[in-house]
């Protein structure tokens, strides 16, 4: 055999060997991800969310990130999905961060506030204006690291049996509803109810409540609540914009590689505007459908709910911001910036939005 015969023989060989090695070294390199959903399975909107964040994970990484998700109930409870992560026995978690007041109410502005950011603003807060710093040391107190992961836009003020034309109406109602917004609707005298979104339909039907907040026409179309419940009203104080977490334990992602902490943080950021875009896209389709197919009643609180709304809204801040340095550190922050952008907003986007809609007649 020639010398250039040999050293082409050669090559082939050592190609050959090379891919018989790189096959385990890449099967090593996979990583299982297990991510635990306060969501249900398949339910449009919340719920496709949660399963097209966990694929794209697994997509963008191109399998080297092999992702499990689990929906609320198919291995643990949806509000135990924080304990699961944070105690490492799952990776992450797709949840609202609200959910976990009881921990930390500074968890609250991480999901959504009464009488605070929409979701533009939200993010801009997040993104750029020092949110996510904070945010780390909220969820670090846990060994936690959080990202922004989607968000439904200002959700719908709820499903009522009763019309509400004043706060005594309110009175003694049992209404499930998360978040501080729950504690502004005590201090009004309803009595609140914690529950999953799998459990307020039968909790409605069976007048164990007497009114439910969700999310807004698109999810609470598919919840058949106009079954239980004929007025609808909009919109809410307690959840006008903010977003779901995707909930890391904090090891966990420290473990992780740049390449790979990049590739979650860009599909998180890809399925954060992807949510709020679908909610936008269908509300107002699904809205149509319940007044039309459902009957549905449409109603708006009037400006004296709003108000005590509000009274009750300012006393609630004030109590919480009072429960430590780290809460009033972040509703210092939070409030700062929301009067920065919502002041630019209102002489911006809002204005020339109501000078439209009269121009056109909308």
């Not at 050959?16 to 398949?42: C, H, M, N, W």
């Not at 949660?50 to 694929?55: F, K, N, S």
């Not at 709820?158 to 309110?170: A, T």
Request: aromatic share 12%.
């Amino acid at each position: 055999m020639n010398r250039r015969s040999f050293l082409k023989s050669a090559g082939v060989a050592g190609s050959a060997g090379a891919a018989v090695l790189a096959t385990p070294a890449i099967a090593q390199e996979r990583k299982t991800v297990t991510i635990v959903s306060s969501f249900p399975r398949d339910f449009p909107g919340l719920g496709m969310s949660a399963q097209r964040l966990a694929q794209r994970i697994t997509d963008l990484s191109d399998g080297r990130l092999q992702t499990e998700y689990f929906a609320a109930g198919e291995r643990i409870g949806a509000f135990d999905v924080f304990d699961e992560v944070a105690s490492g026995n799952a990776q992450a978690y797709i949840s609202a961060d609200y959910y976990w007041i009881g921990k930390d109410p500074a968890f609250a502005y991480f999901t959504s506030v009464p009488f605070g950011m929409t979701m533009p603003e939200w993010n801009a807060w997040i993104k750029f204006k020092g949110g996510q710093e904070l945010w780390d040391k909220v969820s670090g107190n846990f060994d936690l690291k959080a990202l922004p992961c989607g968000g439904t836009g200002t959700q719908m003020g709820g499903w009522f049996n009763v019309e509400i034309e004043s706060v005594d109406d309110l009175k003694g109602l049992k209404m499930r509803i998360p978040g501080l917004g729950s504690t502004v609707m005590t201090k009004l005298g309803v009595s609140v109810v914690s529950l999953p979104g799998g459990q307020i339909y039968e909790n409605l039907v069976a007048g164990a409540i007497e009114a439910a907040e969700w999310v807004g026409p698109y999810n609470d179309y598919f919840m058949k609540f106009y079954e239980a419940a004929k007025y609808y009203y909009m919109a809410g104080m307690h959840e006008p914009g903010g977003g779901n977490a995707f909930g890391m334990n904090k090891d966990w992602w420290s473990s992780l590689s740049n390449w790979e902490q990049a590739i979650i943080e860009a599909a998180c950021m890809e399925e954060n505007a992807a949510m709020n875009e679908e909610f936008l896209a269908n509300n107002g389709l699904y809205l149509q459908k319940l007044v039309d197919d459902h009957g549905t009643v449409l109603k708006q609180f009037n400006d004296e709910t709003w108000d005590a709304f509000g009274e009750a809204a300012a006393e609630v801040f004030e109590e919480t911001r009072s429960q430590s340095a780290l809460v009033a550190e972040v509703d210092d922050h939070y409030r700062a910036a929301l009067s920065e952008l919502g002041t630019f907003r209102m002489g911006a986007e809002i204005a020339y939005s109501n000078q439209r809609n009269r121009v056109l007649g909308l």
